[in-house]
């Protein structure tokens, strides 16, 4: 302000006289000559408005253009063209602080005008103003408050952010309304507006950055960097929802650390928020925020703003301190928070300074590192606090060169820096370890560790730790006291010390510690007691007392026992001495005596003191005041004959002073009973003033006299108990303990009843807290053990220890292990280190025992136990469990021994095979097979094998496959009874099985046979892969020829090909039984079984039907012939001629198949009996050759006529024909069930033949597509139930069914009527609905509505000439093979909602292609969903404040008041959507009267209004869909809340006359009791107190408060009175006779100890020596020891005086040592002449300032260390080809730095190579 206040204050003007300039002052005059230069007005921003005009001093400023050299400085180009002359000196600053302006001017040189400006701005005092500065713009105002305004005086105030014109002064007036404009323009660097660095100069506001430049469009990032990216901070946003109560009234919402910026926190509800703080230096504090406003809280800005429903917390931060943000609870709704702030990463990373250069000179290099940085606390910490934050990337290393001045003495080696034998190598150091945390029990001390360097003279100085890091750090913790703390140790009880009756027995107790030694440091709290009652059960006698005891006042008899001396007894009791001489010869005087505690010993019949609190009753008076008679000038001689005289002197002075009473002391409790004690006062009864207790007579001292007093009940309050000790010593523990409310009913009787919570108004006290809240060190973490490798015999388990840091915020941080001071525990151990049990350990069998015939083989058993040491060891065979004698035995045969005389192949083994070929035509479970010949099987059925023997034993029969061994698998069974059992034949089984029995062998051949009546080919893997492989790489041609070789005689191959190598054996009946299969060689019947087998197979699962059975009984299962009648065949076939051969051998084939089919109808025939040979005769008439067949078989009708009536019964079964349509003529079609009928445009006649057999006979009716046939005169039903329709049309296409029914079940099967072989697919247009079922089955065209989980199959039956081949399609989409099933099915799987969709069979041949579609649905019943948002948001919209229910199938309840409205919400899910139907006890609400309601959303909610009691009751809501249904239940509960009157309280006194009992008045729900505010609005009920227990109280002892300590601390005494008192009915309290109290209760103490802890004071040592580091010029630190003693001089812990403010130890101090500085050498010549890297360098080095020596560099480091090296000559270099320009390459490259751009370009040639 001084500088501000000079032009002001003063009126300051300007007159040109001539040549000369004038400034007239007030106090004179400063002229000036108009030829010595420019006129330059100093600061002329200042000058007053009315006092120089802005037209004067633009005319002052362009009149003088006079040339001067002296002012000229060298000009640019730029100026002389503009004849400018050069710019002025920059004007001082225009504030000296805050950002202010200064200016530079400059004259035009010309007579004509000068383009551009005279005069230029630049910022200048860029620091921030101190606090008590103010605000600039206030300081401008306030300048004219000693100027009138209108002839008034103003004090006037800033008005700022004027949006119009920011920068005129405008100010108003304090106290008014009144804003006036007092200068246009405010003081150069005014900022124009509070929150903005833009500042006025000349009137105009300019632009100004966050860099305080002029201009500058720089702004700061949200973490207050200027011009930065964001990265320094983070967005931290979240919402906060209130969890308070009754119990929790305060709760954390978020805490934000120092230094973050941009905070707003919004709430919504009745809660009110509240600030705590922190300061970095630990300073604590709060802020309520109890009204809208701006605050400063800890020097941060608070803007906070309150509403009814909301409150709004602003800060813009960076906060000063850390900032818990607090919520409270004010009302019953739940609040939310939403915050928003960027908070400062605090954790960074900073590049370190380079290492120390590798070489001392001639060149080096040295890199950095990057360490992470704690920005608060500016210290160094471990990496991982960096890696915590993504945004945080470790900068790279740098290198660079250094040390490039040449060595002094180059004899070609460098001098290199790394430690050498001269220079010992950097080593850690540790101070000593503090004191231990704990005297016992195990506790933590600490040291530090740091890296020193020791030089040539031996100076040790601290480096940094990377040079030490070529060796483990030494431990910074460690534990330690880890024995027991001292424990209490008591000795054996001394006998009883009476002979009779009730005694006392003591013992010694001691405080022994871990070594045995008696000590100290045990808690005086757990001391076990040294003395206890005895009672010796012989009873003691006393004689009864002769002589009546005397009357005498009370008082006197009291002080007449204590005259009387005490004897010693077995009971502790007080003994007083002999009292001594009177201190005074006259006058009145003091008496003391020795009072001690004392106890008879019985059994040592000797005397021991005791403590004094041993001993109860009063302490008898140890000091008392006595009268040794008028003092008369000389003290008269005592003579005994003048005793009567003194004691009548004594009488007089008895006479004079008297004791009275003198009203009571104030009640010693304020509620529950208390007591007041009469006041008694010694007074002269002359005047009736006090006097001096020593003159009352003591023995006339009156009783001491209590009464009762605040009697009243206490009101209810909360009973705290201690805190709990920490469950954990560090980390974050909890603390718990008891808080209950309770209520004093009488002190006098310690009656206190124990309450509900919400009696007690005031808010609960907490129950739990956190502590010992900080990191722990960091330790050993051992997960749990693995379980053991080993069940026995010793094994080992593993588990993982990990260093682990507990943090204060309970997390763990996972540190290296080097950070764990302690032993790493084990990792690994031995378990199971038990014995093994003993077990057999077998040998290899022996050979034979003979060399032919039968013979044994043995092997031998060792019992072995795994000891628990892992060694083996043989043990007693009796140890081990019995073994059976099979395993050490067994029998083993070779060949039969020949017999002398006799030849030896007659008794060989022989093995009865059967030379036969089985061809199985239907499925079965089981076939059994004797070897020797050949079976054709289907797959899937069980083979028995049998190899039937002679001479030889059945359990050395040996099996083998295809010349491999066999032994038993889950698939193949080896019995050892010379049978092989294969369980479901799969296409692998097929070979050839050979049995071994000796030297006799046989074979059987199996081949499998396919659905398609073709056999199935064996597994490639079977055949030799080089047949494979020829087959593969041989040509076309190549390959058929082969298969013509493998064909046998079947094939058109010429002789050479017969010649060949004979084909595989197993394989020489293949090509004859193909033929049977394929070319229809087998009757009608026959094929009619495999149909029959198909349809039963595929209509009724796997049931199996009797009666199919027994219709089907003369068909064969398995078709055998013998191996010769095929042998034959071949033979016959081979004699014939090449072109006859194919010809010949159709009829041979057909002649075989009528063999093998009449032979098995006879074979049968026999085994039938006679009963049941009346079936229906099977005859071959002769009929037309149908496709190669020479005959049929056919049923005789007439037979089946005439046995029926004998017959079982059966159900129906129609007969399938496999013949293809006969055509009878050109226009007549005949054909039988199971074919495809083309109508051609000729066709007149079509006849459906329909066979059925069954009994009873069974009833046949046809039906189309479906539907049941119409007859008409077009289309007939024949006689024998065969359908015939004449002149067929294109409506009579379709599938007809003949359906065959009886009683007992029915059969139907179709056939195809198609138009000139066009596909035809069977159809049905049908709903099928499942929702039970796990299959479904419908033909296609119909509609599928199913669950999910269900297999369905869809048939499509199709037809066509040529046979139609089908396609399926899922929603147009093809679909792959796997979906595929036989006959165009499809069968879909456990389908679900991904299976629903629109299914379309494709029927197509030559003719064209028809599409048949079926709709799957998938229903899902309707359910609960998982998912409830979607209902709640519903409810929510629909009625946003009404209460709301949702039903569940369990139910759900909703309590409501009268009147009310609610909403009742059925979440439900199902497809299609189910319907909702709501029900109101049972029905639905529509119907029920009264009930007000509405249902919307679709059903989903129900609202009730006007709720009464007819309401209330369950509501239900029935879901259905056509998957299902699903109810679901809310009651509503209709609430009235009322008092009732209930018993009668306790009575509030036990005796005496204050006992009332109040009857208890309880607010109740529907009888349940609930907060008495529920029921404030009801009318309470009328009651009236009851007195009780009015009645005398039995004698107790009363007590006044303890009086005050008689010390501070280190053990003081307090007081008290106790007299035993009797309170009356009528209310008055009388004294009574102590023993009367003695009887009912112990007496309380009337003493106590009290301030038992130390006396302790800080102490410390003198200064230490001035000799620390330094910290600036001739600045050091010294120290000295400050520890904590008691007044005795006691050294104790610490934290023994943390109460106390403790004095430094540490302080600045003047060393000489410390007066340095650095000193620098010229720069060498540059590196480089060009390019971008050359650079020179200097020497820097720290010296002494007076004897200008060199020091060791760290004194210098209180000051910036000068740049030893800087580029040069950074020229670009005319060649620039790919070299390296630095020969530190190698290394950049072994550093990978190749990648970053500094080194790429500098090190071209090498890092090209890389």
């Not at 246009?184 to 500042?199: A, F, I, N, Q």
């Not at 605090?346 to 704690?374: K, M, N, V």
């Not at 007659?906 to 004797?930: D, E």
């Not at 023993?1635 to 209760?1641: N, S």
């Amino acid at each position: 302000m001084a500088r501000l206040a000079a032009p002001w204050r003063t009126r300051l003007l300007v007159r040109i006289f001539g040549g000369t300039w004038c400034l007239l002052y007030v106090a004179g005059q400063v002229c000036g000559d108009q030829s010595q230069g420019a006129v330059f007005l100093r600061e002329f921003t200042l000058i007053r408005r009315e006092s120089l005009h802005e037209d004067f001093l633009s005319d002052l400023l362009n009149s003088h253009k006079t040339e001067d050299p002296s002012s000229r400085t060298a000009r640019s180009e730029e100026d002389r063209d503009g004849l400018w002359d050069a710019w002025g000196p920059w004007s001082e600053c225009s504030r000296t602080c805050g950002g202010g302006a200064s200016y530079s001017l400059r004259r035009c040189l010309s007579n004509k005008s000068c383009e551009g400006r005279n005069i230029r701005y630049r910022t200048c005092s860029n620091v921030d103003c101190p606090p008590e500065a103010g605000d600039f713009r206030a300081q401008q105002c306030s300048a004219h408050n000693d100027v009138k305004h209108h002839g008034q005086f103003y004090e006037w105030l800033p008005v700022s952010n004027d949006p119009d014109n920011p920068c005129s002064l405008k100010c108003q007036a304090k106290g008014t309304t009144l804003v006036v404009e007092l200068a246009p323009k405010v003081l150069d660097g005014t900022r124009c507006y509070t929150e903005s660095l833009d500042m006025c100069i000349s009137g105009l506001c300019q632009i100004v950055g966050c860099d305080h430049q002029l201009g500058s469009t720089m702004k700061e990032d949200n973490c207050g960097v200027c011009n930065g990216d964001g990265s320094t901070c983070r967005l931290v946003r979240g919402q906060y929802k209130s969890q308070l109560s009754a119990t929790k009234l305060d709760d954390t919402v978020v805490a934000i650390p120092y230094g973050s910026r941009h905070i707003r926190l919004v709430l919504k509800g009745p809660d009110h928020l509240y600030l705590e703080t922190k300061t970095l230096q630990g300073a604590k504090g709060e802020s309520s925020l109890s009204s809208t406003g701006t605050f400063l809280v800890d020097n941060s800005s608070v803007d906070f703003q309150k509403f009814p429903d909301k409150e709004i917390l602003r800060m813009t931060g960076p906060l000063t301190a850390d900032f818990i943000v607090k919520i409270h609870n004010s009302g019953p709704a739940d609040s939310t928070v939403q915050f928003i702030f960027y908070q400062p990463i605090i954790h960074r990373w900073r590049e370190t300074d380079f290492f120390p250069c590798s070489a001392t000179c001639g060149g080096g290099y040295q890199l950095t590192s990057a360490e992470c940085y704690d920005l608060r606390s500016n210290r160094v910490v471990a990496d991982q606090y960096c890696h915590y934050y993504p945004e945080n990337i470790k900068p790279k290393p740098k290198l660079q060169e250094c040390n490039l001045d040449p060595c002094p003495a180059s004899d070609g080696y460098k001098q290199i820096m790394p430690y050498d034998l001269y220079h010992p190598l950097p080593r850690w150091e540790a101070t000593p370890w503090t004191a231990c945390s704990s005297s016992c029990g195990g506790g933590i001390q600490s040291r530090a560790v740091s890296c020193v360097e020791e030089d040539i003279q031996g100076h040790v100085t601290s480096v940094e730790e990377w040079k030490c890091m070529y060796t483990p750090k030494m431990p910074i913790v460690q534990p330690c006291n880890i024995f027991d703390c001292p424990k209490w140790l008591a000795q054996e009880w001394s006998p009883c010390t009476v002979t009779c009756g009730q005694g006392l027995r003591y013992r010694v107790v001691l405080c022994i510690d871990h070594r045995g030694m008696h000590t100290g440091g045990c808690s005086p709290k757990t001391k076990p007691h040294i003395k206890e009652e005895c009672i010796i059960p012989t009873p003691c006698y006393k004689p009864k007392e002769k002589l009546p005891v005397e009357a005498k006042l009370p008082w006197y008899k009291q002080a007449q026992e204590l005259e009387e001396g005490a004897a010693v007894s077995e009971e502790p009791s007080f003994i007083p001495e002999a009292w001594s001489a009177c201190t005074v010869t006259c006058g009145v005087g003091t008496q003391v005596r020795m009072v001690r505690c004392q106890v008879l010993l019985s059994f040592s019949q000797s005397v021991a003191d005791l403590p004094v609190d041993e001993c109860e009753g009063p302490k008898p008076a140890s000091q008392r005041a006595c009268y040794a008679g008028p003092c008369n000038g000389e003290a008269p001689e005592f003579n005994p004959e003048e005793t009567d005289g003194l004691f009548g002197g004594l009488q007089d002075f008895d006479e004079l002073y008297d004791w009275e009473y003198e009203g009571f002391t104030k009640c010693s409790e304020s509620c529950g009973g208390g007591v007041q004690e009469a006041v008694v006062s010694c007074l002269n009864k002359q005047t009736r003033e006090p006097a001096d207790e020593n003159l009352c007579v003591t023995s006339r001292r009156p009783p001491r006299l209590l009464k009762s007093c605040s009697l009243d009940p206490c009101p209810a309050r909360w009973e705290i108990g201690k805190w709990s000790p920490c469950s954990l010593t560090c980390g974050v523990g909890l603390q718990t303990r008891d808080v209950f409310c309770s209520h004093l009913l009488s002190r006098e009787m310690n009656e206190t009843v124990i309450l509900a919570d919400e009696l007690c108004r005031q808010p609960k006290p907490s129950t739990v807290q956190a502590c010992n809240r900080f990191n722990c060190p960091p330790a050993w973490d051992p997960a749990q053990w693995q379980p053991c490798s080993r069940t026995c015999g010793g094994g080992i388990q593993k588990r993982e220890v990990l260093c682990k840091q507990r943090m204060a915020d309970g997390s763990f941080l996972e540190l290296p292990e080097t950070f764990c001071s302690a032993s790493k525990p084990a990792s690994q151990q031995a378990c199971k280190k038990d014995d093994c049990p003993s077990e057999w350990l077998l040998s290899d069998w022996t050979e034979c025992s003979t060399s032919c015939g039968e013979g044994t083989q043995t092997r031998s058993a060792i019992c072995r136990k795994v000891l628990k040491t892992g060694v083996s060891a043989i043990v007693n065979s009796s140890l081990c469990p019995p073994l059976p004698f099979s395993s050490s035995i067994r029998p083993c045969m070779l060949a039969t021994c020949a017999r002398p005389g006799r030849p030896a192949t007659k008794h060989s083994p022989h093995i009865a095979a059967a030379r036969k070929v089985y061809i199985q035509t239907r499925r079965q479970r089981k076939l059994h097979f004797v070897v020797g010949g050949f079976a054709y099987l289907l797959p899937k059925t069980a083979v028995v094998l049998r190899c039937p023997t002679r001479r030889f034993r059945k359990p050395l029969i040996t099996w083998e496959k295809d010349g491999q061994h066999l032994i038993s698998s889950a698939h193949v069974t080896v019995a050892p009874f010379g049978y092989l059992k294969i369980h479901r034949l799969k296409p692998s089984d097929a070979g050839i099985y050979t049995c071994s029995a000796g030297p006799a062998r046989e074979q059987f051949v199996i081949k499998l046979i396919g659905g398609n009546r073709k056999l199935v080919a064996r597994p490639l893997s079977l055949r030799s892969e080089e047949e494979a492989l020829a087959v593969r790489k041989a040509s076309p041609k190549e390959a058929l020829q082969t298969h013509k070789h493998q064909n046998g005689i079947f094939s058109n191959g010429s002789k050479a090909e017969k010649r060949g190598p004979a084909a595989d054996p197993g394989s020489r009946y293949d090509d004859l039984v193909s033929r049977l299969l394929e070319q229809g060689g087998w009757p009608g019947e026959l094929l009619a079984s495999w149909e029959v087998q198909d349809s039963t197979e595929r209509n009724t699962s796997s049931e199996e039907d009797q009666n199919a059975e027994q219709a089907l009984w003369h068909l064969p299962f398995t078709m055998v012939t013998e191996q010769r009648r095929l042998d034959d065949i071949l033979r016959n076939l081979s004699q014939q001629p090449e072109e006859l051969r194919d010809v010949y051998g159709k009829h041979l084939v057909a002649q075989l198949a009528q063999e093998i089919f009449r032979t098995h109808l006879e074979h049968q025939d026999t085994l039938l009996k006679p009963s049941e040979r009346r079936l229906p005769p099977v005859a071959i008439p002769p009929h037309k050759h149908v496709s190669g067949f020479s005959s049929s078989l056919r049923t005789s009708s007439a037979g089946e006529a005439g046995g029926g009536s004998r017959r079982p019964h059966r159900k129906p079964t129609i007969l399938r024909k496999i013949s293809a349509a006969q055509q009878l003529s050109a226009s007549e079609v005949v054909t039988h069930l199971g074919q495809t009928v083309a109508l051609a445009s000729g066709t007149l006649s079509v006849l459906l033949h329909c066979e059925a057999v069954g009994n009873p006979r069974p009833t046949i009716s046809w039906a189309r597509n479906g539907e049941e046939v119409q007859f008409s005169d077009r289309i007939l039903l024949q006689p024998d139930d065969s359908l015939q329709i004449l002149a067929p049309v294109e409506a009579d296409v379709g599938f007809y069914t003949c359906n065959a029914t009886n009683a007992l079940g029915y059969d139907s099967v179709s056939i195809a009527v198609t138009l000139a072989g066009k596909p035809l697919v069977k159809t049905s247009r049908v709903t099928v609905i499942n929702t039970e079922e796990p299959a479904i089955t419908a033909d296609v065209g119909s509609t599928i509505k199913t669950v999910p989980g269900v297999n369905v199959t869809i048939n499509c039956q199709v037809a066509g000439v040529p046979e139609a081949e089908v396609t399926w399609f899922r929603n147009k989409s093809k679909l792959g093979s796997p979906h595929h099933l036989h006959e165009g099915s499809l069968l879909l799987t456990d389908v679900s909602s991904s299976d629903q969709g629109l299914y379309s069979c494709r029927a197509a041949n030559v003719h064209g292609e028809l599409t048949e579609n079926t709709q799957l649905l998938i229903l899902d019943p309707p359910r609960v969903p998982t998912q409830l948002e979607d209902i709640r948001a519903l409810l929510s919209a629909t009625g946003p404040n009404l209460p709301s229910v949702l039903t569940s199938p369990l139910g759900a309840q909703l309590v409501l008041d009268p009147g009310n409205s609610a909403l009742l919400g059925c979440p439900i899910k199902g497809h299609p959507t189910p319907n909702i139907t709501w029900f109101h006890g049972g029905q639905p609400v529509a119907t029920v009267p009264g009930l007000t309601h509405h249902i919307l959303a679709a059903g989903q909610i129900l609202q009730v209004a006007n709720l009464s009691g007819g309401s209330q009751g369950e509501f239900s809501c029935l879901a259905q869909n056509e998957a299902g249904m699903l109810v679901q239940k809310a009651s509503l509960v209709i609430q009235d809340y009322w008092w009732s009157v209930d018993r009668l309280a306790t009575c509030s006194a036990s005796c005496g006359n204050r006992g009332v009992q109040q009857p208890r008045l309880r607010c109740l729900l529907n009888s349940t009791e609930v907060n008495p505010t529920h029921c404030a609005g009801k009318v309470r009920p009328a009651v009236q107190p009851i007195a009780c227990n009015r009645r005398d109280c039995p004698s107790r002892w009363m007590v006044t408060s303890w009086s005050a300590c008689t010390r501070s601390c280190g053990g003081g005494v307090q007081t008290r009175r106790v007299t035993c008192q009797k309170l009356k009915a009528s209310g008055i309290s009388t004294p009574v006779s102590n023993d009367m109290c003695t009887q009912l209760a112990k007496r309380p103490v009337d003493t106590q100890a009290c301030n038992q802890q130390l006396c302790v004071e800080w102490a410390f040592s003198s200064w230490g020596q001035c000799n620390g580091p330094c910290i600036g010029p001739h600045l050091a630190v010294q120290h000295r020891q400050v520890f904590c003693q008691t007044r005795d001089g006691i050294t104790l812990p610490s934290e023994q005086c943390s109460a106390l403010p403790r004095p430094v130890s540490t302080q600045n101090c003047w060393s000489e040592a410390c007066s340095v500085h650095w000193r620098v050498s010229l720069w060498t010549l540059c590196t480089a002449t060009c390019g971008n890297y050359g650079f020179q360098s200097r020497r820097v080095e720290c010296v002494h300032a007076r004897t200008n020596k060199a020091v060791p560099e760290h004194l210098c480091s209180w000051g910036p260390r000068p740049a030893n090296w800087q580029r040069c000559n950074i020229t670009p270099c005319e060649n620039m080809e790919c070299r390296d320009t630095t020969r530190y390459c190698e290394k950049v490259k072994q550093l990978k730095l190749c990648q970053l751009s500094q080194f790429k370009s500098r090190c071209c040639g090498t890092c090209g190579k890389a």
